[in-house]
C-alpha cells in the first residue's frame, strides 16, 4: 500500500515543527520544508518556480503551510518581501493543490481584522487590516480561496511553543536577567499553542479522509482556532513567572507592571482585539482547543525540564 504524502512548510518553525511530529508515521510519507534551516531541506518562497516545482515532483495529497512572513513590523518596510511569502506563495501552493485535486490547509492571522470592539471575531466578520502583515496575509487568504475549493484557512493568535521565538520563552529569560518588566495589558486575546494547533490540523486532514470528497468542499473555508479564553500579554507573563517559580526555576524578577500599548509604540499597528471565536470549528469538527493556562503551563514545564 502506497504512502499518503503530505508536505509540510515552515518545518523548523513552531508550528511546521509539531506538524511534521504528529504526520511521522509508517503509513505517511511527509516532505518536510522550510526556509533553510541548518539540517533542513531549503525552498525559497520568493521563487515561484521552485515552489511550483517541488509540489510537482513530491505529489502531495495534503499540503499544510504554516509558512509565513511574521516579522510584524520590518513589513512594514520590507512591503514587497512579506507580499511574495505571505500572499503570492500561498497562491501558488494552491494553485499546483488544485492541479492535483490535494487538500489544503493554510494558516492565517487575527491581524487581518482592525482590533476593534470587545466581541470574539467570527469568520464572516469584515475584515480591515491595520499594518502590511496583516494585509499580506489577508491576500494570501483570497489567493487561497480563489485557486483552490478544497482548502481550508486556519486563522489563529499570538502562538506558542517550546521551540523558535515567542513571548513565553522571552518572558522566561527576561525573567532572569531583570527586577522589572513592564508588559502590554490592553490587547485582549488568547496564545494558541503550536502543539495544539498540530493535533487539531491532524483531526481536520482525518476528518477530511474519513468523509470524502464532498463533505471537504462542502466544508471548506476559513475557521478560527486558537485557545480557549481571553487573557492579555501581561497576564500571560505572570502566569509564566508563577508557573515556572512553580516548577523550581530561579527568576529575578519581583515586579510587573501593566502598561497600555501607547506606552510601547511599534512601527506596525497592534490590534486591542485579538479575540477569535472558534465555535464554528467546534461544532464542524467535534474537538475543541486546550485552555490557554493548560496550554502554557505544558509549554513552561517542558522549557524547564
Not at 95 to 120: C, K, M, N, Q
Not at 130 to 145: M, P, R, S
Not at 267 to 286: H, Y
Request: hydrophobic share 40%; glycine share 6%; with cysteine.
Amino acid at each position: 500500500m502506497s504512502k499518503t504524502r503530505v508536505l509540510i512548510t515552515g518545518s523548523p518553525g513552531q508550528v511546521g515543527s509539531h506538524l511534521v511530529s504528529h504526520f511521522e508515521d509508517s503509513s505517511i510519507l511527509v516532505a518536510a520544508v522550510g526556509p533553510g534551516e541548518a539540517g533542513e531541506p531549503q525552498i525559497d518562497f520568493t521563487d515561484e518556480q521552485a515552489i511550483r516545482q517541488l509540489v510537482r515532483d513530491f505529489k502531495p495529497r495534503i499540503i499544510i503551510n504554516p509558512a509565513a512572513y511574521t516579522a510584524v513590523d520590518r513589513a512594514e518596510t520590507e512591503t514587497t518581501l512579506a507580499h511574495q511569502i505571505n500572499a503570492v506563495a500561498p497562491g501558488i501552493l494552491a494553485e499546483e493543490a488544485a492541479r492535483l485535486d490535494s487538500l489544503l490547509i493554510h494558516y492565517s492571522t487575527d491581524y487581518v481584522f482592525d482590533g476593534s470592539g470587545d466581541t470574539p471575531w467570527r469568520e464572516s466578520d469584515a475584515c480591515a487590516p491595520q499594518n502590511i502583515y496583516g494585509q499580506t496575509k489577508l491576500d494570501g487568504e483570497l489567493a487561497v480561496q480563489n485557486k483552490h475549493r478544497k482548502s481550508f484557512i486556519i486563522r489563529t493568535s499570538w502562538v506558542v511553543s517550546s521551540v523558535g521565538q515567542n513571548f513565553i520563552k522571552t518572558m522566561l529569560r527576561l525573567g532572569q536577567e531583570r527586577e522589572e518588566l513592564s508588559i502590554i495589558d490592553d490587547q485582549k486575546g488568547a496564545p494558541a499553542c503550536a502543539s495544539d494547533l498540530a493535533r487539531l490540523t491532524a483531526h481536520i486532514v482525518s476528518r477530511c479522509t474519513d468523509r470524502g470528497d464532498q463533505w471537504t468542499l462542502d466544508q471548506a473555508g476559513v475557521y478560527h482556532l486558537t485557545s480557549q479564553g481571553t487573557t492579555s500579554w501581561y497576564e500571560i507573563a505572570r502566569f509564566v513567572f508563577a508557573t515556572a517559580r512553580a516548577r523550581g526555576m530561579e527568576l529575578k524578577v519581583k515586579k510587573v507592571h501593566a502598561i497600555p500599548t501607547s506606552q510601547y509604540p511599534t512601527p506596525a499597528v497592534r490590534p486591542l482585539n485579538s479575540r477569535l471565536d472558534c465555535s464554528r470549528f467546534s461544532e464542524v469538527f467535534d474537538q475543541a482547543p486546550v485552555a490557554w493556562q493548560d496550554g502554557v503551563r505544558d509549554i513552561v514545564t517542558e522549557l524547564i525540564n
